[in-house]
């Protein structure tokens, strides 16, 4: 049983790709991808976040932000399903 539980985990834990994360901000090249979750800049005084983000990778490599497991890592598939049942009218 805690084979089971174990290979269950990693399956779903080894998804986290920024590719499929609604915070990212897909490029022509994946490769300069970027997260939307990471301004690079923050006005201090109104709040305002810059324009331009920090990349995926520069992201997913430093822990004090996602870190190697993609910790704020929200999945697409969640957004568009959510986003179904909305825009979804009811049947009567």
């Known amino acids: 049983m805690w084979v089971i539980l174990i290979l269950s985990f990693t399956s779903v834990y ?3 790709f920024c590719v499929n994360c609604r915070y ?5 090249d994946v ?5 939307s979750f990471f301004p690079k800049e923050v006005d ?6 810059s324009d331009d983000y920090s990349y995926c990778d520069t992201a997913r490599n430093l822990e004090h932000m996602c870190g190697e497991e993609g910790f704020f890592f929200k999945s697409r598939d969640v957004l568009q399903k959510y986003k179904r049942e909305v ?6």
């Not at 990212?24 to 022509?28: A, D, L």
């Not at 490769?31 to 997260?35: A, E, N």
């Not at 201090?44 to 976040?49: L, P, Q, R, S």
């Open 44 to 49: 201090k005084v109104t709040g305002i976040k």
């Open 31 to 35: 490769q300069f991808s970027k997260c």
């Open 87 to 92: 825009d979804t009218p009811p049947n009567f």
């Open 24 to 28: 990212s901000i897909i490029s022509e």
């Open 14 to 16: 080894s998804l986290r």
